[in-house]
């Protein structure tokens, strides 16, 4: 499979990477944030009390708010597009995309996609932001519950820095809630307690259990097609649950491209939708990777070319 570069700028030099080296000491040192750990319980009982409001039309609430926050917004968008730039869109559409990812509440752009890098560029070494190398409830929900990098506005920047350079982002990233604020508000009061529920708190909570899964449980179960240098693995069902990010070993064997299902029967409906909008003129410069394997190639997803964005 021919390697795709990234147009993608990470920091380099060893400065740079004790830094990350001691942010990561110092935040496996980090106690709890309890203001996290209280809105992620208000979030997670909020979604038990929508199975008590119960409605055909709150479903399909749920349905469209968690197509457009996890499959447009988080999969889509903060991933294929603003973390690795598999493909392009035009500005206007790119920053529609960037907003159906804040209402995930998984965080802004700036942070959400520097984290992201910081994965790739550590993947299940120390500075990887939430390795199951650290334990599994680490991997999963710790490093959220620890506020991991939350406040660290200079090494978002490092990692994000063409994002940072943009106003609208900067904005986004600071005020990320007021998107779903805005949606919540609106369900409430057209739908009451049950669209504000299912449309809101429920999507909200799975959505960041589901994503959380690719960060624990494609490190730990599954099947390696490619041997790359960390524990990345191809699961079925994180991928049926997430649209198709759950081909993780074939994305971090090539992180740039906005197709991760391979294989004929690898579910992408990402993939799928990024097609769509090449079909439409909405999207261009996609990048792909394929099955074919040349007997000089290597993978390792930790050498990445770093031209200017």
């Known amino acids: 499979m021919a ?17 990350i080296l001691d942010l990561y000491a110092q935040t496996m040192r980090r106690g709890i944030n ?8 208000s979030f997670h009982l909020g979604a038990v009390a929508a199975l008590f ?12 708010i968690w197509i457009l926050a996890q499959n447009v917004g988080i999969a889509m968008g903060y991933h294929r597009l603003l973390t690795h730039r598999g493909y392009a869109t035009p500005k206007w559409l790119e920053y529609c995309i960037a907003i159906c990812g804040a209402l995930a509440l998984q965080g802004g752009p700036i942070y959400w996609v520097a984290v992201h890098r910081m994965h790739h560029k550590y993947t299940d070494k120390p500075g990887d932001p939430h390795s199951p190398r650290d334990g599994k409830w680490w991997s999963h929900m710790g490093w959220i519950m620890n506020a991991t990098l ?3 506005t200079e090494a978002l920047k490092q990692y994000a820095p063409d994002l940072s350079r943009q106003p609208f982002y900067r904005w ?3 005020l990320h809630w007021v998107p ?8 409430f009061a057209f739908g009451g307690w049950s669209w504000l529920l299912w449309g809101a708190f429920l999507p909200v909570t799975i959505g960041l259990h589901v994503t959380w899964m690719v960060n624990s449980v494609t490190h730990l179960w599954g099947r390696r097609r490619f041997s ?13 649950l997430t649209g198709g990010e759950g081909w993780h070993n074939n994305h971090h064997a090539n992180p740039v491209s906005a197709r991760h299902g391979l294989a004929w029967y690898e579910v992408d409906f990402n993939y799928f939708a990024i097609r769509l909008l090449k079909i439409l003129g909405l999207a261009k410069h996609v990048k792909t990777a394929s099955l074919k394997v040349t007997s000089k190639e290597t993978i390792n997803q930790n050498v990445l070319h770093n031209p200017a964005v």
């Open 150 to 152: 939350r406040d660290e």
């Open 53 to 64: 409001f119960f409605h055909w039309s709150a479903l399909i609430v749920f349905a469209t």
């Open 180 to 187: 779903l604020t805005v949606v919540g508000l609106s369900l």
């Open 34 to 41: 309890w203001f996290l750990v209280i809105a992620l319980v």
């Open 172 to 174: 986004l990233n600071r």
């Open 228 to 240: 790359t240098s960390d524990d990345s693995r191809n699961n079925l069902w994180v991928a049926l």
């Open 3 to 19: 390697m795709l570069e990234t147009a993608i700028e990470y920091p380099s030099g060893r400065d740079a990477t004790h830094k």
